[in-house]
């Protein structure tokens, strides 16, 4: 937009065939390209926040019927560490971390955030779920007991 307004600008001045506002018009547009082409203050900030109900109990009639819980989790964003994403052995816990981050890269949670975790072998394609403990914290921690020997991916 402000490109086009800019030559909208040099074309009129083209227009008005006049010498000296013409040799002064490249020195003006090449400071004004100049100035779009800086990077600007300008920040987009995405929200992904998911809204659930969740019933209550209605057999109780001074209970209200449920709640509503929000989340800002952004599933693609979020993180997965430690030891037990890359080694394990036969018979024995392996256990790494799941982060749950919001949109900006921050870690988040909510009492609705869930987080499932496959782990499936590269050699005969079966996947094995894992034990997922949520520590209230953004942070869920994932337990697997590898019952064969074989090379793994989570997923």
């Known amino acids: 937009m402000e490109i086009e307004s800019s ?43 998911e809204v659930k109900y969740v019933p209550n109990d209605l057999s109780s009639l001074k209970d209200p019927p449920g709640k509503l819980f929000t989340t800002n989790t952004e599933p693609s964003l979020s993180l997965a560490e430690g030891m037990g994403l890359t080694e394990g052995i036969q018979g024995e816990e392996c256990t790494f971390t799941v982060i749950t981050m919001d949109s900006q890269s921050k870690k988040t949670y909510s009492e609705i955030d869930r987080v499932d975790v496959d782990i499936r072998s590269l050699q005969t394609g079966k996947a094995t779920k894992a034990n997922i403990t949520d520590t209230g914290d953004g942070c869920f921690v994932a337990i697997q007991i590898p019952s064969y020997l074989d090379r793994v991916k989570s997923q």
């Open 7 to 49: 030559l909208d600008f040099g074309k009129h001045v083209l227009e008005r065939n006049n010498l000296p506002e013409i040799l002064n018009v490249e020195e003006v547009l090449e400071q004004r390209f100049q100035e779009l082409l800086e990077p600007s203050e300008f920040s987009m900030k995405l929200n992904y926040s």
